[in-house]
């Protein structure tokens, strides 16, 4: 049943090229970054089904869903891949039961068993009593549980989970976090975590994937990309600074400043010619004219 | 991406946000809105007061029962609901190509669309007349094969109030249409739903007010149709002498009834439009 992800997705609409090679194994969570703009939720909808390829393809295990150049096209309905939206998307005119409901009651299963699922996974997400509320009467929250159940009550292969924690606020997002961390567990196939909040990624996924303008900037674990961003946002996401320069032994040459980087760094003979990341701005230039006890730290970016 | 792009995806929807709007009102309107605002009322509610006030309450059963009165009523109550019905089987489609699909033409079929709003309602039926006469255009050829005739015909009736009415079908429609998330749709499908149990569990139910008020604002117009009726169906008692056309045919002769027929259309206008008001359009 549980199968991986392997897809590479070209688009180019309006002057934006997307160019993405994503591969997820069964179990996996990946969590994609990215600033406004940079293609993520175009990711989603490559993946869902919902935008067709210009080129390239998306493979589910053995199961082709996807091949601009075969021709091949598998529509949303038939992709067996769960999306939770960004907002939730919840049916506004339907109650949360309904709206739980709906994926069975799409695959024609009869009402009665559709509802008494529905209410089984309404109480996983302990929302139990709030059933027959409509969205508008819900909170932020309690919409992304209810989209959260109505995204795996299909039992899709794939998960897709589109900025989750956009609308929320700092309490739900913990509440909402833990639960998606319960079922992800739960969950055997690939998950896609959509987001620009480093912190869920982090918690969350296994691995990292930054996106800018279309294409992958970088791609590894948390650590790997808060010790060696490859660009000045990926830096950001993880709170350290990027220092562009030229480097020759431990001093690096930033315009017209000199910096030597410091002895505890794991790696300082190693100092990549072109980037290295910086921590603490202020300190950084407190001491620039005593290098050799500045705070910061560096290490060799990954190749290109 | 067009459709599918981060900007327009993160704008949350009218209607899937439960948050309360808080709207300001001041207690009370300044003069220069309340001064004109209360003139613009004048000019709708004196007509109607002027009409009950001279309105013959107590001979209102029997004028009302007059053949006259009673083929207009019939009349009028088929050929109006017929009119709404076939501009919502036909103008909600034409709504949907108009909002969804973009085809060479788009602005000039969305022109022609509007055009009979615009039309005096006796071009209309003359243009009418020269497409669907017994010698017109497509007229002539449907005679020939099926021997049916609409001018001067019930169903003719019926025809010009589609002519004239299906525009405001078409256009609040599509209005309803373009305000709808595409997600909603979108979300539907990623959950297994065709076109058709989208089409039906989550596009008509969403756009559902639009629709009704549509019916509502066809099925009024029709009702009130004049011009285009009277030179494309005539005005044969009993066939196609609708309500306007009789009382237009009673103030010469009949005044009473004249009055009667206008109140009977007041009264039932201004109940169907009230009872809409507070079922669908306040709940937006």
Redesign the interface.
């Known amino acids: 049943m549980s199968a991986g992800l392997d897809s590479r997705l070209v688009?180019q609409?309006?002057g934006?090229r997307?160019d993405v090679a994503l591969g997820i194994d069964p179990g996996e969570t990946v969590a994609l970054l990215g600033p406004?703009?940079a293609?993520?939720?175009?990711v989603v909808?490559a993946l869902?089904?919902?935008?067709p390829l210009d080129q390239g393809h998306i493979r589910l295990g053995n199961r082709v869903l996807e091949d601009a150049d075969a021709g091949i096209l598998v529509?949303?309905?038939?992709?067996?891949?769960?999306?939770m939206?960004?907002?939730?998307?919840?049916?506004?005119?339907l109650s949360a039961l309904e709206n739980v409901a709906?994926?069975l009651?799409?695959?024609r299963m009869p009402r009665r068993e559709a509802r008494r699922r529905a209410a089984g996974w309404l109480e996983a997400v302990d929302l139990g009593p709030l059933s027959g509320r409509r969205?508008?009467?819900?909170s932020g929250g309690q919409?992304q549980r209810v989209a959260l159940a109505?995204?795996l009550i299909?039992e899709p292969s794939m998960l897709l989970l589109d900025e989750p924690f956009?609308?929320l606020d700092v309490s739900s997002r913990a509440g909402l976090r833990r639960l998606l961390q319960d079922h992800l567990a739960g969950f055997q196939g690939p998950r896609l975590l959509i987001t620009h909040d480093p912190t869920e990624a982090f918690l969350l996924a296994d691995r990292l994937i930054v996106l800018e303008n279309g294409s992958v900037v970088q791609e590894g674990s948390a650590d790997q990309i808060r010790l060696r961003p490859a660009s000045p946002y990926a830096a950001d996401l993880a709170g350290v600074n990027l220092v562009v320069g030229t480097a020759s032994g431990r001093i690096l040459t930033v315009g017209n400043h000199r910096l030597v980087v410091h002895r505890h760094h794991p790696s300082p003979g190693h100092l990549h010619p072109s980037r290295s990341a910086w921590r603490q701005p202020a300190k950084l230039m407190a001491n620039q004219d005593r290098a050799d006890r500045s705070p910061c730290r560096s290490g060799p970016s990954p190749n290109r | 991406?067009?459709?599918?792009?981060?900007?327009s995806?993160?704008n949350?929807s009218r209607?899937?946000?439960?948050r309360s709007r808080t709207v300001r009102r001041p207690r009370r309107p300044p003069a220069f809105i309340a001064i004109p605002a209360a003139i613009g009322l004048a000019l709708f509610a004196l007509p109607v007061l002027g009409l009950l006030g001279r309105a013959p309450w107590r001979r209102l059963a029997t004028l009302l029962g007059s053949d006259l009165a009673q083929e207009a009523l019939r009349l009028s109550a088929i050929s109006s609901v017929g009119a709404a019905i076939i501009s919502l089987l036909l103008g909600v489609p034409v709504a949907w190509m108009l909002c969804r699909y973009d085809f060479p033409g788009r602005s000039l079929v969305r022109g022609l669309v509007l055009l009979p709003m615009v039309l005096p309602p006796v071009v209309g039926g003359a243009a009418l007349l020269f497409a669907l006469g017994r010698r017109g255009l497509v007229g002539s050829p449907l005679y020939e094969a099926t021997g049916l005739v609409l001018p001067f015909s019930t169903g003719g009736v019926i025809l010009a109030g589609v002519f004239v009415a299906m525009p405001l079908m078409v256009l609040t429609v599509e209005g309803g249409l373009r305000s709808l998330?595409h997600?909603?749709e979108?979300?539907?499908?990623?959950?297994?739903?065709?076109r058709w149990?989208v089409l039906r569990?989550?596009t008509i139910?969403?756009i559902?007010p639009s629709i009704v008020a549509g019916i509502a604002l066809t099925w009024s117009r029709a009702l009130g149709e004049f011009g285009a009726t009277l030179t494309f169906a005539g005005n044969l008692q009993g066939r196609t002498q609708t309500l306007p056309l009789a009382v237009f045919v009673a103030l010469e002769s009949d005044r009473d009834t004249a009055l009667a027929l206008s109140l009977v259309m007041v009264i039932v206008s201004l109940a169907v439009l009230v009872a809409l008001r507070d079922r669908w359009w306040r709940s937006r």
Do not use: C, W
């Not at chain 1, 869902?48 to 935008?51: D, F, I, N, P, Y």
């Not at chain 1, 529509?75 to 999306?83: F, L, S, T, Y």
């Not at chain 1, 969205?135 to 819900?138: A, C, K, N, S, Y």
């Open positions: 688009m609409r309006d934006f997307l406004n703009g293609g993520k939720t175009t909808g869902a089904g919902l935008v529509g949303p309905a038939e992709r067996r891949i769960g999306v939206f960004q907002d939730g998307v919840l049916f506004p005119h709906f994926g009651r799409s695959r969205p508008g009467r819900l919409r109505r995204a299909t956009s609308a | 991406m067009t459709e599918y792009h981060e900007d995806i993160r949350p209607r899937s946000g439960g998330d997600r909603f979108r979300a539907a499908e990623t959950l297994g739903a065709g149990t569990r989550v139910p969403m559902a």
